[in-house]
């Protein structure tokens, strides 16, 4: 009946439970050791360390610095939504008010905001001078006010609207006692437009204007302006070469894309946007002719203006008594009296008689001024290139490039010399071609070991190894003196061990055994330890724990030995 029973209760139970009654003894034994309580503490403050540092590199904030300083209040704004909106972690300073950004971030945040345009402003020049300390020298002295200027300068010249930013450095020679030595000032201006932007001449001009009236002594002559692309924008106002050879230019490209337009929009419901490029190129006569003509006709003439001259001369006869009264003659009264009255004709005779005429004539002739065009097209050159047409492939179905054919090209290039206003006598040439275009740029080819993935992995793998070098290089030596090595039990405790896991199927229950005869039996069988263990032991803190268990099992025997040994120092006293 006894029997029965037990083995209902041994059925009962569950095995699962039972593994886990082992593995929890396991680990309480491994507990309970005494290396591993000595080691205890050490473990807790390395992995409260360890959880520390995590911590604190978890919460750690990053550096932060100043971004621009002396910023305008509607500039900040605009700059920290900029942020804001890249993603970027900014704040403002709770006692200054200036913007800071990462450290990381610092350059990353200035080269965006300077693709947006940003700051739009420069700070004050002036500002500087008030932190100047007492006893500075005067060369140094000389010097920040010469930057104060510099930066006022390239601040009122930052406000015109199509200048990004703008730099103005200054060459200020010191005086000399002697006039003569005393070089001329000169300044340079470097501005920053904005894209596709240009400024015209009156606005350089101004700039000039500017810079020479804010500094004393400097001629506008010794301004020189140049834009970001290396361009110089400053021209002197005695130069007319100069000027008239950037008009010219202007004036060609401009009439160059005026014609390759008209091409370009006529050739695209034809072949297809992106199926055309055209390019343009006009030799022009910029030679200005004044040429004045007279013509004289000698067939023409006119009178111009006529005199004519009459001289009469007349004689009378002599009348009266001889004498001195009688030779004198008789005055203008008496001859006219006389003439009326017959004169000449009673017995008169006419002397001398004379006559002039004089006429002048006007030969016609006809004076022409002629003032040839100032620009003249000499010769114009067309170059027209057409992508091949696609068709279908009869054999495979699918969509190939084919070169267009010649009435194709002919009738092209007919629509191009209409469109330009070919002249062939005035030499000019129009080029068609058919090639095929290539759809997308090929990337230059990149070594798989500097793609930023590789990189990214190398930094990671690297990281790794220098923790891995850490962690078993150092802590490992480090855990194994203070830790006891649990496969350095000797193979007698591994085997007392092992009997610890006793299997119940195997205790069998006698008729008439108490309850306590089989809690006996169920207890585990510790094997014998000999005094041979020591040999097998490795370290000092494995033969320690030999001698106590062999103490805790043979109390008897080692009291006996140290009996023993005391009585033999004793008799040797």
Known sequence: MSETTITSVQTGVDPSQGQVKQMINKIMNFVNEPSVQRSLPTLMAVIVCFVGLMAYLLLQKPARTTLYSSLP???????????KNAGVDVILDPTTGEVLVPTTEYHNSR??????????SVPEGYSGLNDMPMGTSRSVESMHIKQAQELELARSISEIETVLAARVHLALPEKSVFVRSNPDPTASVFLQLANGRSLGRTQVEAIIHLVSSSVPGLNKENVTVIDQNGALLSRTADDP????????????MRLEGIYRHRVVSILTPIVGAGNVNAQINIDFDFTRTDRTEEIVDPNGNALRSEQKTLDQTADLTAKGIPGAVTNTPPTKAELEMEAG?????????LQTRSSSEVRNFEVSRTVSTTQNPRVQIDRMFASVLVSDKLVVDPETNLEVRQPLSEEEIERI????????????????SVTVRSAEFVDTLMSAAVPW???????????QITTILILSIVALGVMRPLLSRILV???????????????DDMDIDTVEVGEGESLEDIKAKLKPKKAAISAEMLDTANTYDDKVAVIRMIVSDEAGRVSNVFKNMMRQDMDNL
């Not at 209040?73 to 942020?83: D, G, I, S, T």
């Not at 330009?420 to 006598?425: E, M, R, W």
């Not at 496969?487 to 092992?498: D, E, H, I, L, T």
Request: no cysteine; hydrophobic share 40%.
């Open 341 to 349: 009255q017959g004169g000449a004709g009673e017995g008169g005779q």
């Open 413 to 428: 290039e007919t629509l191009v010399k209409d469109s330009i206003g070919f002249d062939d006598a005035r030499g000019d």
């Open 449 to 459: 070991y500097e793609k930023s993935w590789f990189k990214e992995v190398s930094r």
């Open 111 to 120: 080269i965006m905001l300077a693709a947006q345009g940003l700051p739009a």
């Open 485 to 499: 090595p649990v496969g350095a039990v000797p193979p007698g405790m591994a085997a007392s061990a092992g009997d």
């Open 73 to 83: 209040e509607a500039e900040k704004m605009r700059v920290v939504e900029a942020l």
């Open 241 to 252: 070469d100069s000027i008239l050879s950037d008009s010219q230019l202007e004036y060609k």
